[in-house]
């Protein structure tokens, strides 16, 4: 009686085993129809993304990889091509990066930490909230005026790496912090709770626990935003850095140039060769690039290794 | 103060057990909801206390109010006391720290740190300072830790292992582990089985049957049956209140009230 009922109930099996083939029928075939569309559309479009900057690659690297040499890469900029180097905008752009990466990862991580395992939610909090999606969105050239005004004037730190570093990491602190919030609050509220169980305090649990759990995100952001400084000129040429430095820079306080201001500068230039030089330091600051992500990526992956598994 | 006959035989603890932990009018809100309503419980020393009751009946409100877990609920307030060895934990100035050191606790879900197995037992006492610096003590501590929680032969050659390596049974007895390893005078278990398959339910219970011996339990189940098995002294909770609380023989064989017989025979909750 009672299996009965049940059955009536809900028809766990078709009652005709062959109403039920096996074969894709139906509204099936539709599904898998549209399956299919849009997994060759995601292919293509991701192709010729591939595509568009393997040409792109391919142009820079053959205009520029005959150009590439030690003395390029040690040489002074020069009215010739062939004598040009980039030994100073290399410098500059180590100096800027470093400098940046000094002043925005502490600053970014440190007030995401306090925004997201501190602060209560509040006007306070809001009102920074706003200030930092809005420092995200504005364009970098406007920071540069800042920077022009505040730094390099304001406080008298003059056309420097330290006024440069300093204008660029107003530019990506945004990222930083925004990325890094992201990573904390994606750490499992119960290891909050077991460290809280164990006597942790409220410092020890960020430090030791929610801290290392969230510093691959944290790095990704990290990529991510000195990225994009290392390729930025508008807001560098704003505060006054220069596009004809003869030396290195060697202290924070120097005067400098940049890889991309000097890409800029020669890009900009009539004469072919000047064109192609411009295009060997392109394949220099890809490849710096390249480097800077590649060690981030490693701390991440080893930041990962140790907390998953 | 008015006692009703349950709450004076919750209070005479013997001279054997010792009340260590004791609730008194002991209440819990969130926001306008009372959750926890003017409960009067005593946890005896090297017992272990059942807690059972319906779903929301407030019996992990009531759990993580004895280690003060519950400060990070926005919105939560206490009312009365809960005595820690006579003392109001309560009361103001009393560090959370110190209270969570000497009460410790083990979760529903299995919450390992992201890290190691031997990391895992270490983090808390080394940030307590109560292991000695050196490798010496540190292996030590993790090894009768481990050993304690019956975990030590199943992991002793994967000590630097992730924790997320193990099964969800080994995972939860390495948290009791964890908890072990700060020398509480109290762990506090919230449906630590939940998770758990027979067989890890069965080595936990074991486990709590040992730890009796060391340690003030009190467990939150929703399985009589394992209530029955393990505890000493069982309370039974109904919409924040206790309903009645005895010897766990007594309370599952003969039940004073009619809600407490209806819900450990099944017919509600
Ligand atoms: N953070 C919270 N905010 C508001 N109300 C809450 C919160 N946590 C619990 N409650 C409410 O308090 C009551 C008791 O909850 P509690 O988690 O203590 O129940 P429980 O007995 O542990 O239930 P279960 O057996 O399902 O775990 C419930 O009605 C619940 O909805
Ligand atoms: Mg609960």
Same mark, same amino acid.
């Given at each position: 009686m009672l299996e009965s009922t049940r059955a009536g109930a809900i028809?766990?099996?078709?009652?005709?085993?062959?109403? =039920?083939?096996?074969e894709t029928t139906g509204n099936l075939v539709f599904r898998k129809r549209r399956e299919l569309l849009f997994r060759r559309l995601a292919a293509a479009v991701t192709w010729s993304v591939i595509l568009i900057l393997g040409t792109l690659l391919y142009r820079i690297a053959a205009d520029g990889l005959p150009w590439l040499s030690l003395e390029f890469l040690s040489g002074t900029p020069s009215r010739f091509a062939h004598k040009s180097g980039i030994y100073p905008a290399l410098l500059g752009t180590a100096w800027l990066m470093g400098l940046t990466a000094l002043f925005s990862i502490p600053l970014g991580v440190a007030a995401a930490i306090y925004l997201e395992?501190? =602060? +209560?939610?509040?006007r306070f909090t809001r009102i920074v909230e706003l200030n930092i999606a809005n420092l995200a969105g504005t364009p970098s050239i406007v920071l540069g005026l800042l920077g022009l005004t505040v730094f390099v004037r304001f406080f008298g730190l003059g056309r420097s790496l330290m006024a440069g570093a300093l204008t660029l990491t107003l530019m990506i602190l945004p990222t930083i912090i925004i990325a890094s919030r992201e990573a904390l609050r994606a750490v499992p509220h119960t290891i909050r709770q077991a460290a809280y169980a164990v006597g942790a305090t409220r410092w020890q649990t960020v430090r030791g626990q929610v801290v290392p759990a969230a510093i691959p995100g944290i790095m990704t952001g990290i990529i991510l935003a000195l990225s994009r400084a290392i390729g930025e000129t508008a807001p560098l040429i704003v505060i006054g850095a220069l596009s004809y430095v003869a030396f290195a820079p060697s202290g924070p306080m120097d005067q400098f140039t940049t890889l991309p201001i000097v890409i800029f500068n020669w890009a900009s230039r009539p004469k072919v060769e000047f064109q192609q030089i411009a295009a060997a330091a392109i394949l220099v600051l890809l490849t710096a690039m390249l480097l800077m992500n590649l060690t981030a990526i490693m701390i991440r992956q080893r930041a990962q290794r140790r907390h998953r598994q | 103060m008015n006692l009703t006959p349950n709450t004076q035989a919750s209070l005479a603890a013997d001279a054997a057990h010792p009340t260590v932990v004791e609730c008194r009018e002991f209440s819990v809100y969130y926001g306008d909801k009372q =959750?926890? #309503? *003017?409960v009067n419980l005593g946890f005896p020393e090297k017992q272990v206390t059942a807690v059972i009751g319906? *779903? !929301?009946?407030?019996k992990s409100t009531l759990l993580r109010s004895v280690n003060r877990?519950? %400060?990070? /609920?926005?919105?939560l307030r206490t009312d009365g006391r809960i005595l820690f060895r006579g003392e109001?934990?309560?009361?103001? #100035? /009393? %560090?959370v720290v110190e209270v969570r050191k000497r009460i410790g606790m083990v979760f529903q879900k299995p919450n390992p740190?992201?890290? *190691?197995i031997a990391e895992n037992i270490l983090w808390g006492p080394r940030i307590n300072a109560m292991v000695a610096r050196g490798r010496e003590a540190s292996e030590e501590l993790v090894e009768s830790s481990l050993r304690k929680a019956a975990l030590w032969d199943e992991v002793k050659d994967r000590l630097? %292992?992730?924790?997320? !390596?193990? +099964?969800g049974g080994q995972q939860q007895r390495l948290c009791i582990a964890r908890t072990i390893a700060m020398r509480p005078e109290v762990i506090l278990m919230d449906?630590?089985? *939940? =998770?758990?398959d027979p067989r890890s339910t069965a080595k936990v219970e074991e486990l709590i049957a040992e730890l009796r011996q060391e340690y003030t339990i009190a467990i939150v189940t929703h399985n009589m049956q394992q209530a029955a098995r393990v505890s000493d002294k069982t309370a039974f909770f109904f919409e924040g209140k206790l309903i009645e609380t005895g010897p766990t023989k007594k309370l599952f064989?003969?039940?004073?009230q009619k809600q407490t017989e209806d819900y450990i025979t099944g017919r509600f909750g």
């Amino acid at each position: 009686m009672l299996e009965s009922t049940r059955a009536g109930a809900i028809p766990a099996n078709p009652t005709k085993a062959e109403a =039920a083939p096996l074969e894709t029928t139906g509204n099936l075939v539709f599904r898998k129809r549209r399956e299919l569309l849009f997994r060759r559309l995601a292919a293509a479009v991701t192709w010729s993304v591939i595509l568009i900057l393997g040409t792109l690659l391919y142009r820079i690297a053959a205009d520029g990889l005959p150009w590439l040499s030690l003395e390029f890469l040690s040489g002074t900029p020069s009215r010739f091509a062939h004598k040009s180097g980039i030994y100073p905008a290399l410098l500059g752009t180590a100096w800027l990066m470093g400098l940046t990466a000094l002043f925005s990862i502490p600053l970014g991580v440190a007030a995401a930490i306090y925004l997201e395992e501190y =602060a +209560s939610r509040g006007r306070f909090t809001r009102i920074v909230e706003l200030n930092i999606a809005n420092l995200a969105g504005t364009p970098s050239i406007v920071l540069g005026l800042l920077g022009l005004t505040v730094f390099v004037r304001f406080f008298g730190l003059g056309r420097s790496l330290m006024a440069g570093a300093l204008t660029l990491t107003l530019m990506i602190l945004p990222t930083i912090i925004i990325a890094s919030r992201e990573a904390l609050r994606a750490v499992p509220h119960t290891i909050r709770q077991a460290a809280y169980a164990v006597g942790a305090t409220r410092w020890q649990t960020v430090r030791g626990q929610v801290v290392p759990a969230a510093i691959p995100g944290i790095m990704t952001g990290i990529i991510l935003a000195l990225s994009r400084a290392i390729g930025e000129t508008a807001p560098l040429i704003v505060i006054g850095a220069l596009s004809y430095v003869a030396f290195a820079p060697s202290g924070p306080m120097d005067q400098f140039t940049t890889l991309p201001i000097v890409i800029f500068n020669w890009a900009s230039r009539p004469k072919v060769e000047f064109q192609q030089i411009a295009a060997a330091a392109i394949l220099v600051l890809l490849t710096a690039m390249l480097l800077m992500n590649l060690t981030a990526i490693m701390i991440r992956q080893r930041a990962q290794r140790r907390h998953r598994q | 103060m008015n006692l009703t006959p349950n709450t004076q035989a919750s209070l005479a603890a013997d001279a054997a057990h010792p009340t260590v932990v004791e609730c008194r009018e002991f209440s819990v809100y969130y926001g306008d909801k009372q =959750a926890v #309503r *003017s409960v009067n419980l005593g946890f005896p020393e090297k017992q272990v206390t059942a807690v059972i009751g319906p *779903s !929301g009946c407030g019996k992990s409100t009531l759990l993580r109010s004895v280690n003060r877990m519950n %400060d990070f /609920v926005p919105g939560l307030r206490t009312d009365g006391r809960i005595l820690f060895r006579g003392e109001n934990l309560y009361r103001d #100035r /009393v %560090d959370v720290v110190e209270v969570r050191k000497r009460i410790g606790m083990v979760f529903q879900k299995p919450n390992p740190f992201p890290k *190691s197995i031997a990391e895992n037992i270490l983090w808390g006492p080394r940030i307590n300072a109560m292991v000695a610096r050196g490798r010496e003590a540190s292996e030590e501590l993790v090894e009768s830790s481990l050993r304690k929680a019956a975990l030590w032969d199943e992991v002793k050659d994967r000590l630097d %292992d992730s924790a997320f !390596g193990l +099964s969800g049974g080994q995972q939860q007895r390495l948290c009791i582990a964890r908890t072990i390893a700060m020398r509480p005078e109290v762990i506090l278990m919230d449906e630590p089985c *939940s =998770a758990l398959d027979p067989r890890s339910t069965a080595k936990v219970e074991e486990l709590i049957a040992e730890l009796r011996q060391e340690y003030t339990i009190a467990i939150v189940t929703h399985n009589m049956q394992q209530a029955a098995r393990v505890s000493d002294k069982t309370a039974f909770f109904f919409e924040g209140k206790l309903i009645e609380t005895g010897p766990t023989k007594k309370l599952f064989t003969a039940p004073e009230q009619k809600q407490t017989e209806d819900y450990i025979t099944g017919r509600f909750g």
